[in-house]
T-cell receptor
Framework: QKEVEQNSGPLSVPEGAIASLNCTYS??????FFWYRQYSGKSPELIMS????GDKEDGRFTAQLNKASQYVSLLIRDSQPSDSATYLC??????????FGAGTILRVKS | GAGVSQSPSNKVTEKGKDVELRCDPI?????LYWYRQSLGQGLEFLIY????????KSGLPSDRFSAERTGGSVSTLTIQRTQQEDSAVYLC???????????FGPGTRLTVL
């Protein structure tokens, strides 16, 4: 059973701080990694994808991937109250299925 | 262009009834996925369609669940003889990318009384 693990949180950060969300995965052969944001009562929204080791930046978001350590993270700079949501990490399995973590609840306090 | 659409947005049914949930993927997307999300839980994979290939049904929880995709586009998830434990949000996602960036519809909230 391939697994994706996330700390459930909640992770609380003050407005303007950097939020760091972490995810580990069990399948060493995984090649594609995704971060989704899910507001309460809404469906998941894709915010970042990453395929190569290193960092990928998009606005206030940076995804970091370390395949050797089987670790992917999401940094949110200048966190805003509107960033408060559940963040889901997803890893592509062989055969095109995505395995999702249970999500980390982020709370940004103003 | 329009995103993934699902209908109905909410469905309340009585235990033992059959229900049909519909998903209309993004035009041109070749792959379509169904997931289930119970209250406070993560996403549970149900079934996956890719082009004309046989669907991957490995996530369907019982033989009461079935799905079809007509003409490579619209998909219907059918739950027969619904049970209270079937109550959840049913999410559909589609993708065309090799890298599998999936885009989700708004979901159908199913409540079985």
């Amino acid at each position: 059973q391939k697994e994706v693990e996330q700390n459930s949180g909640p992770l609380s950060v003050p407005e303007g701080a950097i939020a760091s969300l972490n995810c580990t995965y069990s399948d060493r052969g995984s090649q594609s990694f995704f971060w989704y944001r899910q507001y309460s009562g809404k469906s998941p929204e894709l915010i970042m994808s990453i395929y190569s080791n290193g960092d990928k930046e998009d606005g206030r978001f940076t995804a970091q991937l370390n395949k050797a350590s089987q670790y992917v993270s999401l940094l949110i700079r200048d966190s805003q109250p509107s960033d408060s949501a559940t963040y889901l990490c997803a890893v592509r399995e062989y055969g095109n299925k995505l395995v999702f973590g249970a999500g980390t609840i982020l709370r940004v306090k103003s | 262009g329009a995103g993934v659409s699902q209908s109905p947005s909410n469905k309340v049914t009585e235990k033992g009834k059959d229900v049909e949930l519909r998903c209309d993927p993004i035009s041109g997307h070749t792959a379509l996925y169904w997931y289930r999300q119970s209250l406070g839980q993560g996403l549970e994979f149900l079934i996956y369609f890719q082009g004309n290939s046989a669907p991957d049904k490995s996530g369907l929880p019982s033989d009461r669940f079935s799905a079809e995709r007509t003409g490579g586009s619209v998909s219907t998830l059918t739950i027969q003889r619904t049970q209270q434990e079937d109550s959840a949000v049913y999410l559909c996602a589609s993708t065309t990318s090799f890298y599998n960036e999936q885009f989700f519809g708004p979901g159908t909230r199913l409540t079985v009384l």
